[in-house]
C-alpha cells in the first residue's frame, strides 16, 4: 500500500484529497466505511466529509492506489491525504480470478485489466468495441452490429461473458462468432477483467478460453452531493455514428441511486482508400439491397461510392438503473436492472453472398435484438475466519433474437425466432484461517428455457411497397421446435496458501451437474428420426497454481489448469444454412475439455519504470466440437446421401461432431517503460497457433500474430494516446475445413479454380496507426478527440466477414451538469 500521508491540522470531518505527483485535487475519490454503512465522495476540490465515519475508512480511486486506514489514525495526521497514481505493479487487485478478490502478485492467471479511464478515452460504441483497449484481445466482425471476442484461439461458446458476477453464455450461444457484448452499454461499465487460459474452477461450462467480465458502475450512499447529471456525447466520422448517454445519480444516508439511459445511431461504414495488400477490389460494395420490411425492388442496386459498405447501420437504445441499499451495518443489496434493444441488424456478409455472379439475398438481417437482465445482490460481512463475507446473487435474463431472409427472385420471407429465459443464483463465500490460509467457495444453480420457431411468408405487394404478408408456412426452426431446456448445479473450492513471504500455492476444484432435454415434433423437419433427447453430464475440473516472488521487482508463476464446455442446445440441435452448407442437429455429442498448462514471469527495475511480462501457454482440447460431414439417414430427397434439398436449393449436410484432441499453444509478450513522470510506452505482441489434425484439418479462430505498440501522455489536464496495431497475414492453408474461419471472405485470387485452397489468399497482413486524446477543458466538462486508421488503409481483420473502419476523426463531450 503507496500512500503519503501529509500532516496539514487537526480537523479529521473534512479532508481533502490530492494527487501526489501533480499536488491537483482527485473529485470522485470513494471514501466509505468497511461495512459500506457511511459513504462519502470528493467533490471538485477533492474535499470529503467524515461526519459520522468510524473504525476502517477506505480511498479508492480508479487509477490509483487504495488506501485502508483507522479514523483514529487518521484523526491524528490531519486531512490532506495524497493518493500514487498506480504504475504497472504487481499488487494490483484483481476482482475475478476464482469470483474473488486477489492481489495480482498471488495468482498465477494472465489478466487483463480494462479500466474506466480507458473506456472513456477509447469512446468505445459498445460492449465489444472497448475490448480492443486489451492488446491480447481480438475481435472478430460479420456486420457493423457486430463484435466476437477471441482468447487464445477460443471464441463464441467457448469464452465466458459475465456481467456482476452473473453469466451471459446461454443455451444458444453458438460456435460461430457471436454480437451479443454489444447489448452491454460502455457508459455503464466501471471496469473489464480479461481472464486468460481455462477458469472454469470459478466459472463453469463455457471458459475454456477465458472470462471476460464487465463490472458496472454503482451509486454510492450518503455521498457529499445528493444528486448529480452527466451527458456524454460521441461522435464517429467513418460510419456517422452518434452515441448519447444521460445518467443520474442520487446518494441519500441509507440508500443509492444510478440511472442510465443511452441512444446510439450507427450509419453505414466507410472503408479505408488504400489498398496496400493489393487486391484493388477486395471488400468493395459495387453493389447492394435497399429492401427492408416495407420496401419490394426486385434488383440490386449499383452503389456511388463503393467504399462505402451498405446495410451496416443500425440503432441501439440502453437503460440502465442500479439501487444500493444498506439494509443494516453489516448487510448491503444491490439491485441491477439492464435493458437493450437494437433496431433490425443486417447481416452484411450475407448480403454481399453472391450466387452465379449476383447478390443472392435481397434481405438478411437480425430483427430487434433484446435483452432484459434483472439481478438483485445481497453482500453479508459475517467476519468469522471461515466465512468473512458471503454474496448471494440471484438473476433473470430473458433473449429475444430472430432471423429473416428472402432471397432475389423469391417473394418469400423466412423467419426464425428465439426466446431464451435465464435464470441463475450463485451463493459466493470468502474466509480465512489466517495470514497464510485463505479460501473461497460457493455453489451455483442455472437454468435455460428456450422457445424456437419457424415460417415462411409470402409477400403482398403494390408496386414497390409491401403491403401484406401471406398465411405463414412452417419451415425448419433454427433449434428444437417443440422446446428444449439446459439445467446445471455446481460447487466449488479455492484455497490459497501463503508458505512464505516469497511462495504461494493455489488449489481449486469445481464439481458440476447438468442436464439436457430437448424436443422435435414433426412439423417441418429435417431429419424425421429425431424427436427427444435427454442428456446428463458430469464434471470435475480444477486449478494448481504456484506464484514465487525471489524478490519485490519478479514475479515467477505457472499453473495446470483444466476447462470444459457442455455441449448446448445450439451445438446439438441447430439447423443453419451458409454458402451451400446446412448445419443439421446431431444429438450424440459429449463436453470438451481443455487442459491448459501456462507459466509466466514478471519484471520490474528497481526504480520500476520498466516492467517486462513474458508468458507461454499450451491447451489441450480433449473431444473438440467441431463442424464435419454428416448423413442425414432419413432424408431421401437427393440421390447423394452427403446432401438434402433445403428450400428448394441442393445442400451439402454437415454436423457438429466430437473430433478427437487438438493441441493450441502460444506466447505473449508485454512491456512498459516510463520514460518520464508524463510519458510512457508500451508494447505487446501475442503469438497463436495450433498443431493441424491430417483427418480434421487446422483448428478454427488460431489468429495469426498481431499487437500493439502504443506512447501515453499524461499530463494534469491532458491525457493522450497514440497507437500503432498490426496483424500477420494466414495462409489459406491454416484455414479451419469447416468453414468457421471465412476464407471465402479473404481476396479472391483464382476465379476458376475447384479448391478453396487455390481460389483464395487467405487474410492479408495489416497495420495501422491511431491517435486518442481527453482534454480536462473545465473542472465538469471533458472533450476527447481522435483520429483512428490515420492513413486511411483498408484491411479486414482476420475471419471477419466486414472490412474495417478507414480514417476516422472521433469527437467526444463529457459534462457534468
Do not use: C
Not at 491 to 513: E, I, P, Q
Not at 609 to 634: E, M, Q
Amino acid at each position: 500500500m503507496l500512500v503519503a500521508l501529509f500532516l496539514n491540522g487537526l480537523n479529521a470531518q473534512e479532508i481533502k484529497v490530492e494527487d501526489e505527483n501533480s499536488g491537483e485535487p482527485l473529485e470522485g475519490v470513494a471514501i466509505y466505511t468497511e461495512d459500506l454503512r457511511n459513504s462519502t465522495q470528493t467533490d471538485s476540490n477533492g474535499m470529503g466529509s467524515l461526519a459520522g465515519f468510524s473504525g476502517v475508512i477506505n480511498f479508492y480511486l480508479m487509477g490509483f492506489e487504495a488506501l485502508q486506514i483507522q479514523f483514529s489514525e487518521l484523526e491524528k495526521m490531519g486531512n490532506v491525504i495524497k493518493l500514487i497514481s498506480k504504475d504497472k505493479k504487481l499488487d494490483e487487485v484483481i476482482l475475478s480470478v476464482a469470483r474473488s478478490q486477489s492481489i495480482r502478485n498471488k495468482i498465477a492467471e494472465e489478466v487483463s485489466i480494462i479500466s474506466a479511464r480507458d473506456i472513456e478515452l477509447s469512446t468505445g460504441s459498445t460492449g465489444a468495441d472497448i475490448l480492443e483497449s486489451s492488446p491480447n484481445v481480438r475481435i472478430q466482425k460479420s456486420q457493423g452490429g457486430g463484435g466476437s471476442p477471441v482468447l487464445r484461439g477460443f471464441e463464441a461458446n467457448r469464452i465466458l461473458i459475465v456481467v456482476d458476477g452473473v453469466r451471459m453464455n446461454n443455451a444458444i450461444y453458438r460456435s460461430g462468432h457471436l454480437q451479443n457484448a454489444i447489448t452491454i452499454d460502455p457508459h455503464n461499465i466501471e471496469r473489464v477483467e480479461v481472464t486468460f487460459g481455462s477458469s472454469s474452477v470459478g466459472y463453469g461450462s463455457d471458459a475454456l478460453g477465458g472470462v471476460i467480465h464487465y463490472y458496472s458502475k454503482s451509486p454510492v450512499i450518503n455521498g457529499e452531493e445528493k444528486v448529480t447529471a452527466e451527458y456524454t456525447s460521441n461522435f464517429n466520422y467513418a460510419n456517422l455514428s452518434s452515441v448519447n448517454n444521460l445518467n443520474t445519480k442520487l446518494s441519500f444516508e441509507n440508500w443509492g441511486s444510478l440511472t442510465s439511459f443511452s441512444v446510439s445511431h450507427f450509419g453505414d461504414i466507410k472503408i479505408g482508400k488504400n489498398r496496400r495488400h493489393g487486391f484493388e477490389n477486395w471488400g468493395l460494395t459495387p453493389y447492394y439491397s435497399i429492401n427492408s420490411r416495407e420496401n419490394y425492388y426486385p434488383t440490386p442496386l449499383s452503389n456511388s461510392n463503393p467504399n462505402i459498405q451498405k446495410n451496416t447501420g443500425y440503432d441501439q437504445y440502453d437503460l440502465f438503473q442500479k439501487f444500493i441499499f444498506a439494509l443494516a451495518e453489516d448487510m448491503v443489496l444491490n439491485v441491477n436492472f439492464q435493458y437493450s434493444e437494437s433496431t433490425d441488424i443486417n447481416r452484411y456478409d450475407k448480403l454481399v453472398e453472391e450466387r452465379a455472379g449476383s447478390l443472392r439475398f435481397s434481405e438478411w438481417y437480425y430483427g430487434p435484438q433484446k435483452r432484459l437482465f434483472i439481478s438483485p445482490q445481497l453482500k453479508m460481512f459475517f467476519g468469522k475466519n471461515w466465512l468473512q463475507k458471503g454474496t448471494f446473487t440471484a438473476a433473470y435474463q430473458n433473449i429475444e433474437e430472430s432471423r429473416i431472409n428472402r432471397k432475389f427472385g423469391s417473394i418469400t420471407r423466412s423467419y426464425q425466432n428465439e426466446n431464451v429465459d435465464i435464470f441463475s443464483f450463485n451463493a459466493d463465500f470468502n474466509g480465512s484461517l489466517n495470514d497464510k490460509h485463505s479460501f473461497s467457495y460457493g455453489i451455483e444453480g442455472t437454468r435455460n428455457k428456450i422457445a424456437s420457431n419457424g415460417f415462411s411468408k409470402d409477400l403482398i405487394l403494390d408496386a414497390y411497397k409491401i403491403i401484406g404478408l401471406k398465411t405463414p408456412t412452417p419451415i425448419p426452426s433454427r433449434y428444437p421446435n417443440d422446446g428444449s431446456k439446459i439445467s446445471s448445479f455446481a460447487g466449488y473450492l479455492n484455497w490459497v496458501y501463503l508458505l512464505n513471504k516469497k511462495l504461494t500455492l493455489n488449489v481449486g476444484l469445481r464439481v458440476t451437474k447438468s442436464s439436457l432435454v430437448a424436443n422435435w415434433n414433426d412439423t417441418a423437419q429435417i431429419d424425421r428420426l429425431l424427436s427427444s433427447v435427454d442428456l446428463k453430464f458430469n464434471a470435475i475440473t480444477y486449478t494448481l497454481a504456484v506464484t514465487y516472488r525471489p524478490n519485490e521487482r519478479t514475479l515467477v508463476s505457472s499453473l495446470f489448469s483444466s476447462g470444459f464446455r457442455n455441449p448446448n442446445i445450439d451445438d446439438i440441435g441447430k439447423i443453419r444454412e451458409s454458402n451451400g452448407t446446412l448445419l443439421v442437429p446431431n444429438t450424440f455429442l459429449d463436453p470438451e475439455y481443455a487442459y491448459t498448462f501456462e507459466s509466466g514471469v514478471s519484471l520490474n527495475t528497481s526504480d520500476k519504470k520498466i516492467h517486462f511480462d513474458l508468458r507461454g501457454y499450451t491447451t489441450l482440447v480433449s473431444r473438440h466440437i467441431v463442424r464435419s460431414d454428416y448423413i442425414v439417414f432419413a432424408d431421401q430427397s437427393t440421390p447423394d446421401e452427403n446432401t438434402i434439398l433445403y428450400k428448394g436449393e441442393e445442400v451439402k449436410t454437415q454436423a457438429n461432431k466430437n473430433l478427437g484432441n487438438r493441441f493450441i499453444y502460444g506466447g505473449s509478450i508485454q512491456t512498459n517503460y516510463k520514460l518520464n513522470k508524463k510519458i510512457t510506452a508500451m508494447g505487446s505482441v501475442t503469438y497463436t497457433d495450433s498443431y493441424k489434425n491430417l483427418n480434421y484439418g487446422p483448428m478454427p479462430s488460431i489468429s495469426p500474430i498481431y499487437g500493439t505498440l502504443s506512447m501515453v501522455y499524461d499530463q494534469k489536464k491532458l491525457y493522450a494516446k497514440i497507437y500503432w496495431q498490426f496483424s500477420d497475414s494466414k495462409d489459406p492453408a491454416k484455414y479451419s475445413w469447416g468453414g468457421e474461419d471465412g476464407l471465402n471472405e479473404t481476396p479472391l485470387i483464382n476465379p476458376t479454380a475447384i479448391n478453396d485452397l487455390e481460389r483464395y489468399n487467405g487474410t492479408p497482413s495489416w497495420s495501422i496507426l491511431s491517435f486518442l486524446s481527453q482534454y480536462q477543458y473545465r473542472k465538469n466538462i471533458k472533450l476527447n478527440f481522435g483520429v483512428t486508421n490515420i492513413f486511411d488503409l483498408h484491411y479486414r481483420t482476420f475471419a471477419s466477414g466486414i472490412s474495417s473502419e478507414g480514417r476516422s476523426f472521433r469527437l467526444g463531450l463529457k459534462v457534468k451538469i
